[in-house]
């Protein structure tokens, strides 16, 4: 989850860092001759809507064209099938992949396996900021994965269920606290939380960090590789202690080990939890269990009593890439200029509930996204801590260690122990 703002000071340059990619290598694939095979892209996304309404788009725009899709709403899921048909040979022409370096269908470890095609040369090359560049280029410098979003972890609200609980969002971790004690007076919850889900597991620790760890200190991550710094002598410890009283206030529902994601945004829909602390491109899902029209925002989610002390973490959300064996590359490559367009940006971060990577004078901020930009006008955003670990096995540790939290099998200094261990691991 799913890029690098590091340098709070840089603003709203530091929101449109993006991980690292390497560069996969030239495609195999011949240049199409004009046969009908050569009008058929096929492609592969978490996350239908967006990507549908982006593919809508383009195929409006290019009559005759047919772009054939396959969907996986879990992202664990889906990375796991696509590594499986990029084993195979037969994975998609295009496909959406994670900046940085998290997970094993990220930018980096797709690159450093010679999967992704080099973009350097493509015509949108020079809209990709410098910044961005740091995890959208592989090792040798070359430009593997066009960013398509910008994303953001925040407290996301049901604004009719907070109206109707006569409760008002916490600016302060005091605040936070008094606030899930005062919702399940209410009978709600104040957060819903699914973490059967691994993946948001990680997304309340990443906001509390921001504020504790990564905002303070942006150069954290490179003390932990000079080995001068680790998890569990900073204020990872303060953040998962958190976490834990959290728990133990009753802020989440009940037994979040056996509710999905999906059950986690019916909550919300429904207004049986009044908010999440979760990726912002959440909350389309969300609303599609909520009455129609039903309004939603978001606030910066406190970690200390000191509001002006609240940071963001912001990063490249969503990237796309074309695989190096791609059977039609040229119209690959036309998916992804329409992609980079503003067009295409507008249309994507739009249904996404997130904002465009690259610049799009059509995208207008709404009320879940203006908070995010003026966090990094504030110079008060930070990067998504996976995105510059030096391997994948951290944030499997770490989702697989806050379950473990949760089910009261192993403590706090036991889950840093092993996410250190894991750092250290094949750096």
Known sequence: MHPAHRHPATGLLAALAVTALVAGGCSTSKTPTGDAADTVLTLGAAGTAPA???IDAFQKANPGVTVKTTFT?????YQQQLRT???SGTAPDVFRLWPGGGNSTSVADLSKDGLLLDLSGEPWAGKVSTVQRTVSNGPDGKLVALPITIGAIGAIWNDTAVKASGLTPPKTWTEVLAFCGAARQKNVYAFALGLKSAWVTQLVPYALTATLVYGPNPSFTQQQKAGTATFAASAWKQAMDKYLEMKNANCFNPSPNGV???????????????GAVHVLSAVPNAKKYAPANTPFSMTPFPATDSPADTFVPVSVGISYAINAKAKNPALAKKFLAFLASEEGQQVYATKAGATPALPSSAFQADAIQQPVLDAQKAGRSTIYPDQTWPNPKVQSEH?????ELFNGTIDVPTALSRLDKAFTTAK
Not at 260 to 274: H, P, R, T, V
Not at 399 to 403: D, E, P, R, T, V
């Open 52 to 54: 549908q309404a982006a």
């Open 73 to 77: 709403e879990d992202d664990a899921s």
């Open 85 to 87: 048909q990029l084993a």
């Open 260 to 274: 999905s994601y999906d059950e986690q945004m019916q909550m919300i829909g429904q207004g049986k939890a009044l």
């Open 399 to 403: 989702l697989i260690a806050i379950q």
